[in-house]
Every structure is written in C-alpha cells, then in structure tokens.
C-alpha cells in the first residue's frame, strides 16, 4: 500500500515516534519523519499527524510558537487541499493556535496535570477519522496534559454541535473542557484535534494498563477512506 504519512517533529515533542510507531504497526509503511524547520513537505504525503508534547517549551502559550513554525504554513496548505491531519494534544493546541481549528486549550481545571486512561463517547461518524465508529461508542484512551481545558464561547460551541464537527466527548468531566469536549473537527472534516492519545492505545501487549487497543480504529478509518478514495 502506498499510504504516506508525514509525523512533524518540533523542539520539545516527545510523542513523536510513539506517533510514527503507531502509524507504522497500522499500516505496514513507515512514517517519514518532518523537522519543525522546513519550509516544504514531502511529496505526496497523504496523512499528517502534529504529535504530543511540550513544543517550544510551552513559552507564551501551548502550541502557540509551535504554530508560527516554517512547517506550520505548509501543513495549513495541505489541509485546505484537503489532506487530513491529526493533532493530538500538544498537537490540538497547535491546531488551534493556527487558526485551523477553532476554541482554545486553557490551563485545566484544578491547575493539575492529568495523566490516566479516560472514557469517551464518539459524537460524529462522518469524518476520515471516525466513520468505521458507531455513534455513541465508548473508547477507553490515555491522556496526559496540563493545558486540555478546551474553551470556546457559547455561539461557537453552537455552531460545532450544529455542524456536527464535536468527534469525541469525554463521559465524565476530565479538565474541565466545555460541553465535555475531547476532539473537534473542521468545517471539511479533514482536521482532527484532540487531548487523548489513540497513539498510546494501539496494542493490548504494550499498553494493557492505558486502554487496549481502541485507538487503533482511529488510524484505520483514516487508512480505509484513503484506499477508497
């Protein structure tokens, strides 16, 4: 399969070969690894992936120098010709401060750093992402953040529920996010952002005590909707 997925790497990350593990034990390829630095993506990537992490040290903002990198404006170019990307904690945060992705990551209630497996509920089959889930389908994946706290103001968290573009829910309040908000989509579907790590739940042999395998289904949906395109 000629399935080409690209795992950008930023000073600080520290999920970005867990990332490009994962992608690889999925699909069978090897992921190609970006540095933060360069201005231009491999050719013909059709999957990006903005791992977890503490980019930049987490100076001024979660994500926020991060999202001004040289990679940034060539990943935003992608998404808007519609190749999917994933972030993923560290990586949400980027998405948002990009502008890619709406809302913001606060600080989390409590002002404690969360680090457990928690339950999910899927709230939209229709992405890339999440069309091989069933509505309602309960996901048990890990999470570990300090600044998960997902904020939005009321007419924009409307217009996510309207829209359909909320992918995944926490079942019970983790860090305080509105509405329970774990992972939101893109108008286009095509950009996913996220607090938990599907990557950190990929195989029951290593990740027994985080959460099984449930975010391996994440990973194949994304490669199920590409082959059939």
């Known amino acids: 399969m000629g399935f080409r997925a690209g795992v950008v790497t930023f000073p600080g990350s520290n999920c970005d070969r867990d990332m490009a593990v994962a992608l690889e034990a999925v699909s069978g390829v ?12 491999p050719d013909g990537l059709d999957f990006i992936a903005l791992p977890g992490g503490f ?4 100076y ?6 991060a999202a001004r990198s040289p990679v940034l404006r060539a990943v935003i170019n992608a998404a808007e010709r519609g190749v999917p ?9 980027v998405l948002t401060e990009s502008g890619l992705l709406p809302g913001a990551l606060m600080r989390n209630a409590g002002q404690t750093f969360v680090c457990r497996t928690v339950d999910l509920e899927v709230a939209n089959t229709a992405s890339v992402f999440t069309q091989g889930f069933e509505a309602g389908q309960q996901l048990r994946i890990p999470v570990a953040h300090h600044d998960g706290n997902y904020f939005a103001d009321e007419a924009t968290l409307d217009a996510l529920e309207a829209e359909g573009r909320v992918a995944f829910r926490y079942l019970k309040d983790v860090n305080g996010s509105r509405r329970n908000i774990a992972g939101v989509l893109s ?6 952002g996220m607090m938990p790590h599907p990557e950190r739940a990929i195989e029951p042999a290593a990740h027994r005590s985080l959460g099984g395998k449930d975010g391996r289904g ?12």
């Open 30 to 41: 090897p992921a190609i690894r970006i540095w933060h630095g360069d201005a231009k993506l």
């Open 55 to 58: 980019s930049y040290g987490d």
């Open 60 to 65: 001024l903002r979660s994500g926020a120098m």
């Open 85 to 93: 990307v994933l972030g993923v904690c560290n990586g949400f945060q």
């Open 187 to 192: 108008a286009n579907g095509r950009v996913l």
């Open 218 to 229: 994440l990973f194949e949906n994304v490669i199920r909707s590409l082959v059939a395109a």
